[in-house]
């Protein structure tokens, strides 16, 4: 399997990947557009994409899966352990400067203050790494993965600095071609886009047969649509299976109030969830 992720190698996306599909080769992009571009123009080419974080919420790649529509095969809930990374013979005392990407940097904070370093922002949290090789100063550091301290040689001055200790960010696997697994007595998520029609309480009438169906919705997201501060679309999961006959019953109630709906995807809930 080729998976395509966003940053260069040692990101999280690409620990993420190498540790679900250990057998899988990571195509590294620059931009999460793309990671979109390259599955949607190759179908052997999966794209790996954090959706959210635990601790710091939407990730902002929410406008990307509604320009793609690619499918949703899995979800993933991967732990993110940050990790202030230092040049060989460097020391937590000696560091002044720390690097990496804004929301590494908001994850860690109580650890930047505790430590009074002065927070640089960079493009992602793998990049960072490798910059703190290539300048060689032993008063810069940064915050990035295990699997970059490998990679650029660095050594890890200190371990799990983030302030929550169970920091997860959950990650999508997508991909062109259409899939769906049999429904089996498993957990399941339905994720889908829906723009509404325009009229009084369009939501709550459209939100309803979820309520009377008895199905419980995991996620619910507005995104103005382009171009437009009056139009939006929504992005929604709900626990159970397309092919499950309390699902259908509420999205065909749903579809009723909807000017569109495209199904991104049927997939098994991570086992994360149960925790």
Same mark, same amino acid.
């Given at each position: 399997m080729k998976i395509a992720y966003q940053g260069i190698p040692g990101s999280y996306s690409e620990s993420c990947a190498k540790q679900m599909y250990p057998e899988c080769e990571t195509i590294s992009c620059k931009t999460f557009d793309e990671c979109f571009e390259k599955a949607k123009q190759d179908n052997s080419i999966r794209s790996i994409i954090p959706e959210s974080n635990k601790t710091t919420g939407n990730i902002g790649v929410e406008y990307l899966i509604f320009k793609y529509r690619l499918n949703i095969y899995a979800e993933h809930f991967f732990p993110i352990k940050h990790n202030l990374l230092g040049i060989k013979g460097s020391n937590l005392d000696s560091i002044r400067d720390v690097y990496s990407h804004a929301q590494a940097l908001s994850q860690s904070s109580n650890f930047i203050k505790k430590n009074n370093l002065i927070e640089n922002v960079r493009a992602d949290t793998a990049g960072s790494a490798k910059y703190i090789s290539d300048t060689n100063d032993k008063t810069k550091a940064a915050? *990035?993965? %295990?699997?970059? *301290? %490998? /990679?650029? $040689? &660095? =050594? /890890?001055? +200190?371990?799990? /600095? @983030?302030?929550? +200790? $169970? $920091?997860?960010?959950?990650? #999508? #696997?997508?991909? +062109?071609? /259409?899939? @769906?697994?049999? &429904? %089996?007595? =498993? $957990?399941?998520i339905t994720s889908f886009l829906f723009k509404l029609k325009s009229k009084p309480a369009a939501l709550y009438s459209a939100l309803s047969g979820f309520a009377i169906n008895g199905v419980n919705m995991t996620k619910l997201q507005s995104f103005p649509e382009k171009n437009s501060f009056s139009s939006f679309f929504f992005l929604c999961d709900i626990e159970g299976h397309i092919d499950d006959q309390k699902i259908k019953n509420s999205l065909e109630e749903l579809g009723l109030h909807c000017e569109d709906m495209h199904v991104l995807g049927v997939f098994k809930s991570d086992k994360f969830r149960l925790k």
């Open positions: 915050i *990035a993965s %295990k699997l970059s *301290a %490998k /990679i650029y $040689n &660095l =050594e /890890i001055l +200190k371990e799990d /600095i @983030q302030d929550e +200790k $169970n $920091n997860v960010t959950r990650f #999508l #696997l997508m991909g +062109k071609e /259409i899939y @769906q697994p049999e &429904l %089996k007595d =498993e $957990n399941y």
